[in-house]
């Protein structure tokens, strides 16, 4: 297995059937989607700082997709990335409601721009899965442990049904599960403890399985017995990724989930 651990963990090695549930994100995790998610904010966002400098007379400075997009958004839900990203730039707007228009100047307007970006995409060219994260899931599933999604997102159900996944998970914790409870956003972990709940297992039975900072953050807060980050980043870019996952909370890192298949014999569901 070409896992990545801590150095305290070289020796480490993932028994998939040792857990009774695993939870995993989405963007980034089971679909390739993060990359249209960024894209549709760097949209939005440069459409709008663009609109922002013509009206204020600001130096228009467009949206940054490695440092502003993990900083202010990825992970997050969508109008909690508008404030952060905003306040970032010192810009204030007003709430705004659910119905506004896609150009309206409002939290809920821009959040909306955006959102209406990624389902063009989904509607005209699909969603792609990760295979080996898939693979991990099918064979979850065929040991018979619990197999939950977990995502701020308020497309997930739309990616899910668009990639083709939708029937491999037993819940689904989205963007609307959290704004209509009233979870906090991650890094808090109310979104996974949430998910664990509807799964009926305690966090220490549970794996958390993360891309995101703000997310792998958000397993090691709520206590999971194992917190996976999922590394897509070139190792030879201009830092390591895999670094930032473990020093956020990941307990392991891989670049592919299909790796924790490798060094797993048929394993049975712990009692």
């Not at 010192?90 to 955006?114: F, H, M, Q, Y």
């Amino acid at each position: 297995m070409n896992a990545r651990h801590e150095p305290d963990h070289r020796d480490d090695q993932v028994d998939i059937g040792a857990y009774q549930a695993w939870l995993f994100d989405l963007d980034g995790v089971l679909t390739m989607t993060a990359a249209v998610h960024a894209a549709a904010w760097k949209q939005a966002f440069d459409e709008f700082l663009a609109e922002e400098a013509a009206r204020s007379n600001r130096t228009f400075a467009p949206f940054d997709l490695l440092q502003d997009y993990e900083r202010y958004v990825d992970g997050e839900p969508r109008e909690d990335g508008v404030r952060n990203f905003l306040a970032s730039r010192g810009i204030e707007v007003a709430e705004g409601a659910d119905g506004d228009a896609p150009g309206t100047r409002s939290v809920k307007g821009l959040g909306n721009r955006k959102n209406e970006r990624v389902l063009e995409v989904f509607r005209t060219k699909g969603v792609a899965v990760y295979d080996g994260a898939i693979a991990l899931v099918k064979a979850l599933r065929d040991q018979g442990t619990a197999v939950g999604v977990v995502s701020a997102s308020e497309n997930t159900q739309a990616a899910l049904l668009a990639a083709g996944i939708a029937d491999l998970f037993d819940v689904c914790i989205d963007g609307h599960v959290v704004k209509d409870r009233r979870l906090a956003g991650k890094p808090a972990p109310d979104s996974y403890l949430e998910g664990a709940r509807a799964l009926r297992v305690s966090p220490g039975h549970a794996v958390v399985v993360e891309d995101a900072l703000a997310g792998v953050e958000a397993g090691r807060a709520g206590h999971f017995a194992l917190v996976v980050g999922v590394d897509h980043h070139d190792d030879a870019g201009e830092h390591d990724y895999a670094d930032e996952l473990y020093a956020h909370g990941a307990g392991v890192v891989v670049s592919d989930l299909g790796e924790l298949l490798s060094d797993n014999a048929t394993t049975s569901r712990p009692t």
